[in-house]
């Protein structure tokens, strides 16, 4: 795996418009892997529309941590994660704890370590609020995603669904617990 020269830093609101950009090249990606369809095309200009960003990045239990180029000659915006940070239930697995809702990483960032690097600081974020557990839902077509947290300790507790644009996408929850 070869290492990418990023720093990490917290979100304001002046980022809402690369966070934006960033996820919406992410979920076409992820999820657009026979063209982009009317659905698909509208839940990526909904759910990540700058304002929508600008909304949740004033929220305050949640947290966006920002990958960044870290060099003279390069910058910009290579991933994020955003973390709940309050208690609430995972759709599975009976479990409660601080909510992953993404982590996002620019395609030709990954196996990189910034994923890894982002992930970490979720959880260093969620265990400095005392939450026993951190949980996510991730898409059971994105078997690059699941073989990940499976890497780094995250287990499989459960089934989920997720529904957008009328259409239902099966999800898996993965929760990793801290002692």
């Known amino acids: 795996m070869s290492e990418l020269n990023f720093n990490l830093r917290m979100a304001s609101e002046q980022d809402a418009v690369t966070i934006s950009a960033l ?24 759910e990540y ?14 947290r966006f941590i920002l990958a960044e180029y870290l060099s003279a000659d390069r910058n910009g915006l290579l991933g994020f994660a955003e973390v709940l940070l309050t208690v609430k239930p995972s759709p599975a697995g009976n479990l409660a704890g601080a909510e992953l809702v993404r982590l996002y990483i620019q395609p030709k ?8 690097s982002l992930l970490t600081r979720a959880e260093q974020l969620v265990q400095a609020e005392k939450l026993d557990s951190l949980w996510l839902t991730a898409w059971e077509g994105n078997r690059n995603a699941r073989a990940f947290y499976e890497r780094v300790g995250y287990a499989d507790v459960g089934a989920t669904t997720y529904t957008f644009q009328g259409q239902t996408y099966a999800n898996r929850v993965l929760a990793k617990q801290f002692d």
């Open 109 to 116: 960032a990954h196996r990189m370590g910034c994923g890894r």
């Open 23 to 46: 996820s919406i090249q992410v979920f076409l990606d992820t999820y657009a892997t026979e063209g982009v369809r009317p659905d698909l095309a509208r839940e990526a200009h909904c």
């Open 49 to 62: 529309a700058i304002e929508a960003f600008v909304q949740r990045l004033i929220e305050p239990q949640r």
